[in-house]
């Protein structure tokens, strides 16, 4: 069984920076694209960055220059760096992996976490 856990999300004010962290666990022969999704309340889940194992990221263009996707395969870990955060930023962050098991490819969800950006 696979899992996907987030944490780092939290309340900041508008300017302010976070940073996310999310981290794969079970059993994981490999990963291939890490990823990070945003829902905001009466909205559809939305792209915001995704990372290959070779380090090519991609980003929604209303993210673009303020957040940074990085990830440590050792560690089955991806990371969101969130700067200049604007309140339209508020949402919650969903962690997404596309990985191989023992026999089985599949994509993975965590449970997501809040990010809260006051005005």
């Known amino acids: 069984q696979v899992q996907l856990v987030e944490s780092g999300g939290g309340l900041v004010q508008a300017g302010g920076s976070l940073s996310l962290s999310c981290v794969a666990s079970?059993?994981?022969?490999?990963?291939?694209?890490m990823g990070w999704y945003r829902q905001a309340p009466g909205k559809q889940r939305e792209l915001v960055a995704t990372i290959t194992g070779g380090g090519a990221t991609k980003y929604a263009d209303s993210v673009k220059v303020r957040f940074t996707i990085s990830r440590d395969n050792a560690k089955n870990t991806v990371y969101l760096h969130m700067n200049s955060l604007k309140p339209e930023d508020t949402a919650v962050y969903y962690c997404n992996a596309d990985l191989y098991t023992v026999g089985a490819f599949f994509t993975s969800w965590g449970r997501g976490t809040q990010v809260t950006v006051s005005s």
């Open positions: 079970g059993r994981i022969v490999s990963i291939n694209t």
